[in-house]
């Protein structure tokens, strides 16, 4: 298969959404309830110390500047080992990726259609994702530049709108939780919001026509995202108070009904779902054309895409199974989620980093410098 490129323009764009992800509905409620009012204050230490990670990210991508993750992988540590942590990596996406699906059923079901079940969004959904990556990255990135002015129209709208009910005595007194759950709140927050921009590595820098600019634009596409759910984070306690937010299991759409302009703009809630539905479908693909192209990369095959129907039957039966109920995912995405996608995001990039540097395999930028010398 032709190898796709897209601009950097376009992989801020897929960063922006990808942190974003599912963190507008969950995060407010597992940080408030973990660091009450100093949720915010969470979030942009999160967000700032997340740029570390990113640097990790680009250092190790200068390595591999025309390979994926997996293919690196296998060129630094080897063929057998290589393809062995691969094939963790690719779980790892894949079961990311049915996880996904079962928030999305189980948020339809919970807030918009009670009778319907679960799996009736997952396969409707999934058929989306699936169709997505026959066409391709390039074809997903254009559609991203059609999607993304609109989130932000209504991202702006939303806060406008929600403004009016802001009670900044919700947020007072500032700094009152002590250290311990504070720092364990950070790590939950980077657990879910840059940990997983590893997953990118698939992408980034090998799919990018301009290497420096998409540094530049993993580094704001960060930022950005980091922002969003800030706002979000803090516009959930300001309005709804520490007490809402942490009891609820979609405090921002909760938030998005309490929006009332006169007697006739209410009840327009479906805005925040339609926001939660891109990031979602954004996230949800690159896990999904991460498994798709890292088990093409382990089996040696170049055309992908028979592989997207056996794969998207995986991550429907993954969906049903995941979690047998909210309460387990939230657990598991406080307690084993971090742990899990720490292996992936720091210990293996330190890992191959190490072993580059001891096996002397240097960047294309690193070779062409001896070259000259």
Known sequence: MEKQLISSRQFTII???FTVG???????????????????IVAIISTLLSLIIIKFFITLGKKMSTLSF?????????????KFVSIGFVILTLL?????????????QTEVMPETPPVVFAILFNLIILFASYLGLEVFARTLEILFPIFLFIFVIFVLFVSPQIDIRHIQPVLEVSTQPFVYSILHFMGLFSFPLVVLLMIFPSAINVHKSGQKGLYIGTLIGGLILTIFIALSILVLGVTNTSLRIFPSYTLAQRISI????????IIMAFMW????????????????QGLGQILNIKDHRPLILPLGFITVALSQIVHPNIVHSDKYNKETWPLYISIFAIFLPLLLLVVAKLRKINSPEDANQTKKN
């Open 15 to 17: 960063v922006i959404l």
């Open 22 to 40: 599912t963190g507008i509905l969950i995060i407010p409620a597992s940080i408030a309830l973990e660091v009450k009012q100093d949720a915010w």
């Open 70 to 82: 997996v293919e690196a992988t296998e060129k630094i540590l080897g063929s057998f080992i290589g």
């Open 96 to 108: 990311s990726s049915g996880e996904l699906l079962y928030f999305i059923g189980n948020f339809l």
């Open 262 to 269: 006169g007697n006739f703009l209410q009840r327009i809630e």
């Open 277 to 292: 539905m891109v990031t979602i479908f954004v996230r949800a693909f690159m896990y999904f054309y991460a498994s798709l």
